[in-house]
């Protein structure tokens, strides 16, 4: 099946420790992007990437960290230095073909930290 | 950068009722998406309509780009179409493929 894969879908974590959240897509995408979103929020653009060993901070990159070296995984790491971890993380991907440039999303990540 | 507004933040409908998602952007854009986020937080796409119109069953869109609004009507609701619905959209010109979100409608449908 093709799509975009997030895991664990459900993680908790002390305070103090780093925590990396997992995203997979077998879609041949170029382009991947990590969200967040808190209760009753709408969602907000932590890190991009457009290809390859490159990625972009978007507008809360503050507190993470991402690496894209292959082109079908982009895990996002919260440290330790994000004052408020505890959200849903989503990530999505997409084609960056000018005719088509549709996003898809995976079934997200609950982190909770205590 | 641009903005994006929509309304109503909330709806309550009974089963059967037709509703219309208004998506208002400020600036130009290269894509338009619209998305229904169920209950257990999955984001399941709707349509992607830069300009135009579509329709997919008891769903339709349509972006008028020169006016920088967008709408989704919802037609015979069902409890299942409950949720938040939110619009999407890439800036035009800037080439960083980055989706920014709208505040999204919360969708109530009561039997």
């Known amino acids: 099946d093709g799509g975009i894969t997030q895991s664990p879908k459900y993680l908790f974590r002390k305070e103090g420790q780093n925590v990396t959240l997992s995203c997979e897509q077998n879609?041949?995408?170029?382009?991947m992007y990590w969200y967040r979103q808190d209760p009753g929020q709408g969602l907000r653009l932590i890190y991009y990437?457009?290809?390859?060993?490159?990625?972009q901070k978007g507008d809360i990159a503050e507190g993470y960290s991402v690496s894209r070296e292959k082109k079908e995984s982009f895990p996002l790491t919260v440290t330790s230095a994000q004052k408020n971890p505890t959200a849903f993380y989503l990530c999505?991907?997409?084609?960056?073909?000018?005719?088509?440039?549709?996003?898809?999303f995976g079934q997200g990540t609950r982190l909770t930290v205590v | 950068g641009i903005q994006v507004e929509q309304s109503p933040p909330d709806l309550i409908l009974q089963e059967g009722a037709n509703s219309t998602l208004r998506c208002n952007f400020s600036?130009?854009?290269?894509?338009l998406q619209w998305f229904h986020q169920n209950p257990w937080g999955q984001l399941i796409n709707l349509f992607y309509?830069?300009?135009g119109t579509k329709q997919n069953g008891r769903l339709s869109a349509t972006t008028v780009a020169t006016e920088r609004y967008s709408l989704l009507y919802i037609s015979s609701s069902q409890t299942t179409d409950s949720g938040v619905y939110f619009c999407?959209?890439?800036?035009?010109?800037?080439?960083?493929?980055?989706?920014?979100f709208g505040t999204g409608t919360r969708l109530q449908v009561f039997p």
């Open positions: 999505a991907s997409s084609y960056r073909d000018r005719t088509n440039t549709e996003a898809f």
């Open positions: 879609l041949n995408h170029d382009a």
């Open positions: 990437s457009q290809i390859v060993n490159d990625f």
């Open positions: 600036d130009s854009v290269n894509n």
């Open positions: 309509i830069p300009s």
């Open positions: 999407a959209v890439e800036q035009e010109g800037y080439n960083t493929d980055k989706l920014i």
